[in-house]
């Protein structure tokens, strides 16, 4: 190819040149799937944010709530029965370009408010994942090696105990914060006990590091089947659709914190930390404003694959009835919702089964773009 | 190169081990490939487990159906819903009736001499019916009132009080007769019998506990009597004989406390039971009911395995308490032992129940060796697995029935179920007291729409209060028709104009609010579907959804409401008092739209009292004719199930030469299909019957 | 050898002793007292509050309750609310029935992915590389139980032929080959699903260990050696790229585990997933805090197996 331009085209600089975001931005490029995947993820917002605008108020565009009891089940591009349904309940585009469900619901009113839900869902949950994730991530990448002596492990350990024991009636959202709380403070009573001179002898006896406490913390994530905790706090909890994305939200946070951490790890040997420090910089400067953003590619992948995670984990609590409370639709309680109809009304669960086998995708598409531009290694040649 | 070898044919290998096995597993149409033990075996899918085999304890669908075929009642109802003997071959019901003569006038013993001299001068049409005439001696009765709280968050508290009956006359009566003391003062004249219940109580009580224990004190008495000859010779599946012992502990065990048994309002009118030899059960009513006949249709336990000694040794065993341990705790009711046409077998929870056939089975074993519940949570794995032939039957919902009708690989039946879904106006409230108002209401719904729109079609059309296929539905009533022009007219007569297309009276439009509980779909719809009949007529309806809950705390039972969209599931029993009756209109009762009539009233009263079945029917009809003349509900619609079976389920029955013959699986003319289960059997191919 | 198995093992009782609590702790996760937990519901009857009390000893303090709720698990004491049966017993049995299931699961995810990861990574960005790759994404972005529907839906309707439960009735009379043959087709499905998105992730990672292995320098030298192609990649190079797969053994239990609860239940497969979910539904919360904790000590055993067996394969691990 000829090219009359004075000045080399950006894709023309050879990589060494290139900042990594450049970098990162030409090889997604040449990635047809992540190209693809990226495409569908703008259409996709911007069908959520019709959805929005479209479902949402007193008087919607296209109401997803609306029954039409003659228009039953009826299969998409249907025309509605005029003869039998109020003037104000027919569709806005004339026609029922999804079908109808079991109520005459219009489906594709019903699929644009799920696109709404579907992205709160993800994006609340992964960025509460993310939040998390950085923050113990963060800590552990650059605080790893600090050790933890006796006392401030018996503080973490005395000072939520006691806790427990005075307040062992108090509600779930009191309970875990002020646990939480105990325990850094715990900790950092610790820290300071150490450096009185009686507790000068067990300083020379750490029992672990900062790392091996954040090993532990993934190790208990992982253990429990994600799946099945969800469950169960969902159950336990009043049915709403912020409880939703909180619990998904919390159970995820291992991803993003190990990438950040291994980041966080490599990134604190190079010169510009260095730098910093010598000016300085205290602890937490350093690791919030120069580490994390630095480290934040990683995250990315790891957000976009959340997302994914978390439409797919919605719709399997739909599956069980544990999940967006009625009468809001999400992609997974339409699906759920339809599949009593597998055999009378298929586009009941295909449409919405196909949606989110979509959208997952390109989410995971996209990630797997943006995971292989940032590892040259495995990137095709 | 063994490592890529091993990658290559490893999981090729895999694959066909798992995939071959398809050629083994029995297809749809060949059931018995492999072994045809699948043709003896009946298999029900359930979404639910069972919680507790115990007919006495039991309150879910699941455990209902499995303790129907292990256990047998005394009694059960056949082809046309009339009762049928079971555990018991034959029964007699009489009475026995007391009343006090009235102080100061003719004494116990000469009013009993009077009535034993007329009855054998045969002077009185009745005296045929009459069996014995004594004196029952004087007797004190101990009764415990219960008084509600006197002011809220008050507790309720009982009160015993013993009422001291002098001698009274016993007259014994061949059968059951509700208007006997009507005759009997016809007879002796109006003042024999004693009017003055205060006498018979202690002085000194407090005002309240007398209120009530007044209402106790029985001057007249009825005590309808059962007599049940048992059938000899019946064995438990573990080979104990049955007898009247087990029915008499079967009852015991019900009005036990400390089992906590769900049964107990069924059988408290019943005054004793007791039982006079081996094969024989007397039971004693407190009062006239009839509707307490059916409920020996209820499955008798076995005394041997339950009784104190059992459970306490029991208790021992697990090394549990034995003054805590109950019928409740028992390992009885996870491999419960009844004297059914199954036995019970296993019970793998959240997989199946299995039951085998009971071969010493008083009618004869069924021909099914096997029964078996399946727990299949989904419905749609329900139906998959139905069209899989791995379970033998299957319930539509209403927007399959098309569908399934034209399958040609089932048996399709259709009925209609017990219970009706309504409108329901409150009628101490200004426009629903004028029964024209009511009457217009319904003609202006079209219930046709709503059977179509929402139901598919799936129901009909109903006009009382009963059973649609039992006797006491009257068929002669005809349901309204759907006419909005004769119901304005109806609204003129009752004072309403149309203007603009608004009915007003006074300057008011007619208009008024429909509630209905939240989260039951068609009765969403129905509301929509009504609120634009009336409409057309120019009655403006606003529509209100709340939580079941709130719906019954804050609008029913405080009758805080205009109309209702509720339904009813109702039993064979025709006693309606507690939705009719007017006593039965306060806040927390059943009658809450508040119907009033005399005469209904009174037919209600008759129905639960009559032991005849042709006059109880004949009481039946009229009340059917009255409520729906009066429209205190808009009667919308029964529902009709439809069921699924396997073609290749036949009937068999033995023919003239004693082979067995198959036929059609025929419903009884009640739609009842699975009647003749017993002898139901699977054959490998789709028969051909002829004609 | 035997420090780093101590401390490994300290470490992962440690983690036992949180998930412990944090099992525990999830039941107060119901607002307001712990005591009231769903009013509204009428599964929760004024009695079922007061067992609940009962078995959780809501009147002690916090850390007693914990004390003693896992010492009546130990000692066989406590009680599922719904039948009064041992907890212990009864998960057990729903374990030995999900077992299988994992089983035929993990085998299919181990037998299946190597021979997707590996030509993907010999020859990147070719059309079977990018096509396993979509094929690996398209599956876990797949709602498991729409693809589950699909394929009963598909079996149901042109085989003909049962795919619920364990079994199919009738078939204990039959010869032994029906008999194995019958439960293994009953397998297939559900232990297919679920070992689905583990034999996606795992062959994606293959293929990125064995790249990345590919590009290192011992395999160049290998290859400048002349040893022929077969052997570089098949031997040397898989065999290193093997070596972190140890630890994907345990960690891809959780999710076998966790989804098996969708899969039981579409299924009708009476499998601890299924036993969770009536559990849930129910509210019997002993089952449900008790098959939490196992399913996390089941896992955790996994881990430890893992981490064991990668310092046996792998010397270097031990600093």
Known sequence: MTTWAETPREDEFPEDFLTPWQRIGRSLRQDRFAMGGALVLVFFFALAIAGWWGTSGDNPAFSPSTIRLPDRLKPPLAKPNLDAVAPGDLPSLGIYLFGTDDLGRDVFARMLEGSKIAMWVGFVAVGISIILGVFLGGIAGFHGNREIGPTSLLGAVLLPAAGGFLFSEISWWALFPLEGALFFIGVILGIWAETLPAFASLRRHPIFNVDSVFIVLVDVQLSFPTFFLILTAIAVLPPSILNIMIVIGITGWVGPARFVRAEILSLRERPFIEAARAIGAGDMRLIFLHLVPNSLAPVLVSATIGIAGAILTEAGLSFLGFGVPPPGASWGNILSDGRKFLFDAPWLMFIPGIAILIVVLAFNLFGEGLREALNPRTRPE | MTIKRLLVFLPLFVTVVLLQSYFWVPTFDDQTRGSDRRLTQYIQGSIGDAQILNPILNADTTSSTIVGHVFDGLIDRDKNLRFRGRLATSWRIYEETYFIPRPGGPTAGELKDRIREEVSAQSVPWAKEVTGVEIASAADEKISIFLPPSKKGGKPRREAVTIAYPRRVRVALKNVDQDFFKKLKALLGRDAIADDPARYLPGGLDERVKKAALARVNLIEHNPIIIFELRQGVRFHDGHEFDSGDVLFTYESILNPRNLSPRVPNFEPIKNVETPDRFTVKVTYKRLYSPAFGTWGMQILPEHLLNKKTLEAEARRLGRDPEKFTMRDSGFNRSPVGAGPFKFKEWLSDELIRLVRNDDYWEGPAKYEEYIMRIIPDPLTQEMAFYAGTVDSYGAGTHQVERLRKDPRFQVFSGLSFGYTYIGYNMRRKPFKDVRVRRALSMAVDTRKIHKYVLNGEAEDITGPFVKQSEHYNKRVKPLPHDPKGAERLLHEAGWKKIGGKMIKDGKQLAFKLVTNNGNESRKAISQVVQDSWKKIGVKVSLDRVEWAVFLEKYINALNFDAVILGWSIGLDPDLYQIWHSSQTNRNQLNFVGYKNAEADDLIVKIRQEYDLKKQIGFARRLHEIIYRDQPYTFLYVGKWTALLDRKIVVSEPGKDGKSRYRKILPTATGNYTYDFRKWLKIPSVPRFEG | ?319
């Open chain 3, 1 to 319: 050898m035997a420090a780093y198995i101590v401390r490994t093992a300290f470490f992962k009782i440690i983690t036992l002793v949180i998930i412990s609590i944090i099992s525990f702790l999830i039941i107060h996760l119901a607002p307001g007292q712990p005591s009231q937990i769903d009013p509204l519901n009428p599964r929760f009857r004024k009695e079922d509050i007061a067992r609940y009390r009962a078995a959780f000893d809501l009147d002690k303090p916090l850390w007693k309750q914990y004390y003693l709720f896992y010492k009546k698990l130990g000692s066989g004491e406590l009680k599922s609310f719904k039948d009064n049966q041992p907890v212990l017993g009864k998960i057990w049995r729903r374990f030995l029935n999900s077992l299988p299931l994992f089983i035929v699961g993990t085998i299919l995810t181990w037998c299946l992915a190597f021979p997707m990861g590996i030509p993907a990574a010999l020859n990147p960005g070719r059309l079977y590389d990018r096509s396993t790759t979509f094929l690996s994404y398209f599956f876990i972005s797949f709602p498991g139980f729409f693809l589950a529907y699909l394929l009963i839906l598909g079996v149901a309707r042109f085989l003909e032929v049962p795919v619920l439960g364990m079994r199919t009735f009738g078939q204990e009379t039959a010869p032994l080959l029906y008999w194995l043959n019958d439960r293994i087709w009953h397998l297939v499905l559900p232990s297919l699903l679920g070992a689905i998105g583990g034999i996606a992730f795992l062959s994606r990672y293959v293929r990125v260990q064995m790249i990345e292995v590919l590009d290192s320098d011992f395999v160049r030298t290998a290859h400048s050696k002349g040893l022929d192609e077969n052997t570089v990649n098949y031997v040397h190079a898989l065999r290193n790229a093997a070596l972190p797969f140890v630890t994907m053994f345990g960690l891809l239990l959780p999710a076998l585990i966790g989804g098996s609860v969708i899969i039981e239940n579409i299924f009708a497969w009476p499998g601890m997933g299924r036993m969770a979910f009536e559990a849930i539904l129910a509210r019997d919360y002993p089952i449900v805090i008790s098959l939490n904790f196992f399913a996390a000590i089941l896992v955790l055993i996994g881990t430890f197996i893992s981490d064991i067996l990668l310092v046996l394969v792998d010397p270097r691990i031990r600093l």
